[in-house]
DNA sequence: GCGACAG
DNA sequence: ATCTTGTCGC
């Protein structure tokens, strides 16, 4: 699929603020899209200690959940890790990935958050600001935010509220197990963003999407 | 100043 | 994320 890519990167946490300060602007918290028929997932890997940053796309069906295309890619790491930007540095490899993809998808689940970010500008709103795609931000722990105990059930969720504000919601994706944490990344509202969590995650906690990707990028 | 801190 | 053995529980 086509993919811009041209665009600046940062080379230290200043220009990296501005970068989020900026982008955050483009992001769209409402619903944005039509039906859906392909859902990817994306995620990343590090090889050769940090050196190397290898990112995986694959492209499932969508509600059945069957496997239709895939592509990886791999470049030098272009940021170090620094909770809050972690977006600068998995952007890079997956947009390259997502170049290779004969299957345009037309929803994104990522491996961190979306608007549950410090500056509501988490690894899934990069992503689909940058691409144009709706995105949502599907993280296996907290980065902030507060919430309520949740019931044991699958498909129970809590919002999660940092200054009073709701930011995403912690949901239970199978009945017993951890939960994720979900927030809109662009174009996808916080309902929806749970309904396409939870209808990915059809047998295990994880998304199926995120299942596969990470199962590609290592 | 003391914790918290996506992957 | 990645480094790594055994171990608790269904």
């Not at 949502?136 to 949740?150: C, D």
Request: proline fraction near 6%; charge should be neutral; hydrophobic fraction near 40%.
């Amino acid at each position: 699929m086509k993919v811009h890519q041209e665009r600046g990167w940062p080379n230290n946490a200043e220009e990296a603020i501005a970068i989020q300060q900026q982008l955050r602007k483009q992001v769209i918290t409402t619903d944005d899209f039509g039906t859906v028929k392909y859902v990817a997932g994306v995620d990343a890997a590090y090889i050769e200690g940090d050196s190397i940053t290898r990112a995986a796309v694959v492209v499932l069906s969508f509600p059945d959940l069957q496997v239709k295309d895939s592509a990886i890619a791999t470049r030098p790491t272009s940021f170090p890790y620094v909770p809050g930007f972690l977006s600068f540095r998995e952007v890079p490899a997956v947009l390259d990935a997502l170049a290779k993809l004969s299957i345009a998808p037309d929803l994104i689940l990522c491996d961190g958050q979306g608007i549950a970010h410090p500056h509501r500008f988490g690894l899934a709103c990069h992503l689909g600001v940058l691409t144009e795609i709706p995105t949502i931000g599907a993280a296996k722990t907290l980065l902030i935010g507060k919430h309520a105990e949740l019931p044991l059930e699958r498909g129970s969720w809590q919002p999660l509220i940092d200054n009073g504000e709701t930011i995403g919601a912690v949901l239970r994706t199978q009945k017993g197990v951890k939960p994720m944490y979900v927030s809109g990344g662009h174009r996808v509202s916080l309902p929806s963003a749970i309904d396409y969590v939870l209808r990915c995650a059809a047998k295990y906690r994880l998304p199926e999407t995120t299942r596969m990707a990470d199962r590609l990028s290592r």
